[in-house]
Nanobody, 121 residues
Framework: VQLQESGGGSVQSGGSLRLSCALSGFPLSAYYMGWFRHTPGEEREGVAISYRDSSVKYADSVKGRFTISRDNALNMVYLQMNSLKPEDTATYYC????????????????WGQGTQVTVSS
């Protein structure tokens, strides 16, 4: 099981980025998927969850701005981030688990290496 994020970068406040997560070694349709973020010195934050039934959940801090989606045929998960703010600056991680999880909650089993997102004011 491997997860690989891409799409991070630097953007000005108000801008947009789309993160991608490529999965290998298992069928995406069987897994719950999430995006998390971490800034040094702070708690890791769960940003968005995509459940197997296609329902989603978002952290209050990103509701209305971020959208998680999945393409089971391509084994890809995405995080569209709009109206970015400097406080969105973090390393973003894709995570997966065959067992149900939510945010806040337990840590998923599988993790990617992370991709950096930097938002300047």
């Amino acid at each position: 099981v491997q997860l690989q994020e891409s799409g991070g970068g630097s953007v000005q406040s108000g801008g947009s980025l789309r993160l991608s997560c490529a999965l290998s070694g298992f069928p995406l349709s069987a897994y719950y998927m999430g995006w998390f973020r971490h800034t040094p010195g702070e708690e890791r934050e769960g940003v968005a969850i995509s459940y197997r039934d296609s329902s989603v959940k978002y952290a209050d801090s990103v509701k209305g701005r971020f959208t998680i989606s999945r393409d089971n045929a391509l084994n890809m998960v995405y995080l569209q981030m709009n109206s970015l703010k400097p406080e969105d600056t973090a390393t973003y991680y894709c995570a997966a688990d065959s067992r149900w999880f939510t945010v806040p909650g337990r840590s998923p089993q599988y993790w990617g290496q992370g991709t950096q997102v930097t938002v300047s004011s």
